[in-house]
C-alpha cells in the first residue's frame, strides 16, 4: 500500500472551497428569519428542499443517486453492488429552532471530501457513498433516527407505522405525502453488508475539542439515552374558584418531577432533561387535566441511567399520591451503550497522524445504530461554545475546512489500500 500521506488536517491548506458554496446554498433552507433557528421536519416542505439539495449535489458530481427503501438517500461513486464500500454522510433533519451544523455538516463535508479526494487525484479501489439519513432527531415524530433504526432492524414497520406527529399524521402518511412509499419500509440487511466501513463527521455538541486546542476528535463511545413519556392526570377546573385544597393540579407534580430529574442527575453525574410538554386544556385560567411531559435522559452506563430514571419515576409517583394525580409512564425510545470498533478508530488515528482525541459523547447519531451492523467510526470538529441544539451552535469556518480535510483523508485512506 502507499505511504500515508501528511494528513491534510496537520497541513491546514488546500481550502476546499466546494464547502463553502454548499454551506451558503443550504443555510436558508427552513431557517427561521425570527430566531436564526432551523426547523427541518421530517418529510415536510423543508427536509423536502434538503433532499433537492442532496440530490442535485449527487447528480452534478455524477455520482449514482438512490433512494433507499426507508426514505435515506444515497450517492455512489464506484459500484454500489460491489460491496465492502467507505459509506460516510449524516443527516440534514433538525430539531426544534436548531443550529446550521448538527447533521449538515457531515453531509456537506462528505461532498467537499469527495471533491478534495478527486483534486487529489485519488485511486479509489472501494465503492465510496455518501448518505443522508432521514429523520434522525426524530423531531417531528417522537423517535430519533428513523431511517437508520428501520435500515438496521431496530425499529419494524409495525412499530414505525404506529408513529404521530402533533397533528395526529402517522409516519406513512407523511412519507406518502412526500412522494415515498411507506410500503416498503423495514429492515435492509443486504444494504448494509455492502457496507465496509461507515464514517460520519458530525459538529462536537460539547468543549473538548475546545478545552483541548484540538480542531478535530474521534469519538470513542456514546452514552446509553431514552426517552421517557409521564402522563399526568389530575382534574381540571376552574383557576378562580376552585381552593387550593380541592385541587388535583397535575402540573404541580410535574413540577416536583422536573426538580426531581435534576436533583437525581446530579447525584447520579447524568444528565435528565424535561423539554417537552403538552398540556390540556392549556387555558390560562384553567387547572390543567392532563401534563404530558418528555423526559430525556442519558449517561455513561447502563446502571447508572437506570438508577436516574427509577428515580425519576419514584419521586414523581410519591408527588402524583400526594396530590391526587395518577400517573402512567412510557420508555418511547431506548438506544443502549455504543462503543465504537477499536481497529477503524485506531486506523482513523493512524490516517490523522495519531494524535487525534479520542471522545465519548452524550449525543445520539445515526452513526451509533449503524454500529451494531457496520463497522463504524465519527469524526468530532470543535465547537467553541459547545452549544448544539440551539441558533448558536457554531464552527469556524477554519475548523470546517480542517473536517473536511480529516474526512478526505480518512477517506482516501481507507478507499485507496
Ligand atoms: O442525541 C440526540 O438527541 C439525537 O439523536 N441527535
Ligand atoms: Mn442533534
Ligand atoms: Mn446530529
Ligand atoms: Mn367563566
Redesign the pocket.
Known sequence: RPATPAPAAARGGGRPTSFHAMWDELRPVGRHADSGGYRRFAWTGADADCRAWFRAQAESRGLAYEVDRNGNQWAWLGDPLAGDAVVTGSHLD??PD?GAF??PLGVVSSFAALDELRARGAALTRPLAITNFGD??GARFGLACVGSRLAAGQLTKEKAYELRDADGTTLPQAMERAGYDPQAIGADPERLARIGAFVELHVE?GRALDLSGDRVGIASAIWPHGRWRFDFHGEANHAGTTRLVDRRDPMLTYAETVLAARREAALAGAVATFGKISVEPNGVNAIPSLVRGWLDSRAADQATLDTVVTAVEKAAREQAEREGVSLDVVRESFTPVVEFEHALRDELNRILGGAVPVLGTG??HDAGILSAAVPTAMLFVRNPTGV??SPREFAAEDDCVAGVLALADVLEGLACR
Open positions: 433538525s430539531v436548531g448538527d447533521g434522525e432527531e455538541q449525543a445520539g448544539s441544539h
